[in-house]
């Protein structure tokens, strides 16, 4: 599925990954390259992260703009349908996964900046499990890794798209679920994780 219009299988996968794989690097980098607000004033650290993820919202709402303008006009073409509004809530569940990614890699960033540069190939297998620039059904057959793989919250989020704007069709609702879960799940334990040393941020910089 998909592969009728390789080009919109593509641009989707390829633009709507960069957002994820932006919300990895940012958030490992975002406390230390905050040092002297964080130093100079006293306010909730988890800010930080969570004003880099809006920032990238705002950002990713030109880029969801550009990516429909795109696959409409490369060929073979992929025309506007009811389904396409669907890319909204499909956008704020990815915006809400990212937010508990970012969460994540900020403290762990903060505590191991040596890791910061492992972050791009966690970023890469992430591409690879989450069919990115392939159908992952062509390559990994039905069993307990292919069930696995389609547990990957971005994996799914792309799938999403795809199915919305390439097919014109609703996503299923085990989609909805599983990603609305993933977004929950990351966010809550994510604000967990990274307000537990929330106290520690300032002093362990100064």
Sequence with gaps: RGLENF???LLIGVLMFRSTSAAISSGANSLRGSRSMIKAFTFPRASIPISNVLQSALTG?????????????????AF??????????????HTL????????????????PDLSNMMSVIG??????????????NFVPPGL??????LNPLYRIIDMARTALIDGQVPALDSWL???????????????????KEANYGRELS
Aim: one cysteine or more; aromatic letters at 20%; charged letters at 5%.
């Design 145 to 150: 890794a292919m069930d696995i793989i389609t």
């Design 61 to 77: 709402v030109f880029t969801m703009a550009a990516m429909c303008v795109a696959i409409i006009v490369v060929p073979p073409h």
């Design 7 to 9: 080009p919109a299988f």
């Design 80 to 93: 506007p349908q009811i389904t396409w509004l669907l890319l909204i809530p499909i956008f704020l569940l």
């Design 97 to 112: 996964v990212n937010l508990g990614i970012t969460l994540f890699t900020a403290r762990i960033g903060f505590y191991f």
């Design 178 to 196: 599983i990603v609305l879960a993933w977004g929950i799940f990351l966010t809550v334990a994510g604000f967990i994780f990274f307000w537990r």
């Design 124 to 137: 890469r297998f992430l591409m690879y499990g989450s069919a990115v620039m392939f159908p992952i059904s």
